[in-house]
């Protein structure tokens, strides 16, 4: 079993300083050119580091945070070099349709995986590669389109039918620490997603009071000294992995409204997620360093009616005593890394949904890279070609029901 050695808003194997020492040999060779600091250009002080590839073959620039400068630079090295691995990706491909590859070898039910909506059939040919069950550790095949992130042209054959993003992609000091991670990611982006369509932003309020773990009343803090009013919510679903959402108001300067998300089995790292993702979608902005960022981010009118909104809903919630405690969350992490992937991958497979990994690592990186699959959950619904699923599609008409 592999311990965690590090758990300040997040549970690792490895400390950051030791990470940083052990990858570090791999920023050149990948074409990471630098790694910036991006905490000073706002005033919130939660570190954010942005790290540099410029001849990647989708984003050029990864972004980190944490609770510390170590962590954020981590997590952003980290996540670029996860990029590379996806889009480099040295996979065996099989090409067919899924009728005819179906015949002979075990498939991901591609029906509930997320398309773009251009009606892919069993008698369409694709490129598959090969991925394991979470569920019984046996061999069994997914799109290639749904694994990679190549973004250069043309286009591998067989693309144009499934939706082709990072959503799930993952690395780590170890393979049950990049799951947890890739997971989670599906979980709270599906749990992201389902919450919008419900549309219910009141009733999920957390009090942020109620928010006693030294680590995140401290991230807090730090929104509180910067004037920037923080609301939490819950937004855990049927799975049952918290998942917390973070909204940061900003009353005096751009931008106005800005949110950051949050999965993990302990309820603690769910919440430190969303604050610091919070504060990292703030310099994403402010900074100019991401290349996937269009003129509407920037011209969105300030929101000062909801802000008003949220302000009087956290008020009306602490008169009342309707806000929810933080402590009503579940705090399910275990004491080692694969106890909590196995408990992600119990909860999932509860609710009828088949947890994937397609293995992306490169023995001469030294690196555990992978990409999380789970059909039926639901990608970000703010992605190009994004179509409702069944989990979208029932908590719409629960919310036109109401």
């Known amino acids: 079993m592999t311990h965690k050695r590090f758990t300040a808003g997040t549970h690792r194997a490895s400390t950051p300083t030791e990470t940083l020492a052990r990858i570090a040999p791999l920023m050149a ?7 910036a600091d991006l905490t000073g250009l706002d005033r919130i002080g939660i570190p954010v580091m942005a790290a540099y590839r410029p001849d990647a073959r989708s984003v050029v620039v990864s972004l980190g945070k944490g609770t510390t400068a170590a962590a954020a630079r981590a997590s952003a090295v980290m996540e670029s070099i996860e990029l590379w691995h996806a889009e480099h990706s040295v996979l065996e491909r099989h090409w067919g349709a899924a009728d005819e590859l ?5 498939l991901v039910d591609w029906r509930r995986l997320a398309t773009n909506g251009a009606g892919f059939t069993a008698e369409t040919p694709t490129a598959w590669v090969d991925a394991t069950s979470m569920l019984d550790n046996e061999p069994i095949l997914v799109p290639f389109e749904s694994v990679h992130t190549d973004g250069t042209v043309p286009e591998p054959p067989g693309s144009g039918w499934f939706l082709c993003t990072s959503n799930g992609l993952a690395s780590g ?11 989670c990611e599906l979980i709270e982006r599906d ?16 009090f942020p009071q109620t928010v006693t773990h030294p680590g995140c009343r401290a991230l ?12 939490l919510h819950d937004a855990t679903t049927d799975i049952g992995i918290p998942v917390v959402i973070c909204t940061a108001f900003d009353e005096l300067t751009e931008p106005a409204l800005q949110m950051g998300m949050g999965c993990h089995p302990s309820r603690d790292v769910a919440a430190s997620r969303a604050l610091t993702e919070a504060a990292q979608s703030r310099l994403t902005l402010i900074s100019g360093a991401r290349d ?5 981010k920037y011209v969105s009118p300030r929101r000062t009616d909801l802000l008003r909104q949220f302000k009087a809903w956290a008020g009306d919630h602490q008169g009342r005593g309707h806000a929810l405690s933080f402590d009503r969350l579940p705090d399910l992490a275990t004491d080692s890394l694969e106890g909590d ?42 992605v190009a070609h994004y179509n ?7 908590a719409l008409a629960q919310r036109c029901a109401e």
């Not at 179906?102 to 075990?106: I, L, Q, Y």
């Not at 000091?173 to 997971?183: M, R």
């Open 292 to 296: 996937d960022l269009f003129r509407e």
């Open 341 to 382: 992937r196995d408990l992600v991958v119990a909860r999932l497979q509860a609710r009828g949904l088949h947890p994937c990994w397609v293995d992306l690592g490169q023995p001469e990186m030294g690196v555990a890279v992978g990409r999380a699959v789970v059909p039926g959950l639901e990608p970000p619904s703010e």
């Open 173 to 183: 000091n170890h393979i049950a620490e990049a799951q947890i991670h890739g997971f």
């Open 191 to 206: 749990a992201v997603t389902l919450w919008r369509a419900k549309n219910e932003p009141a009733s999920t309020v957390i």
């Open 102 to 106: 179906g015949a002979h070898r075990r």
């Open 220 to 231: 807090i803090e730090h929104f509180e000294a910067a004037g920037i009013f923080v609301l």
């Open 388 to 394: 409702p699923g069944a989990r979208a599609r029932a």
């Open 29 to 35: 060779p990948l074409g990471i050119t630098r790694v």
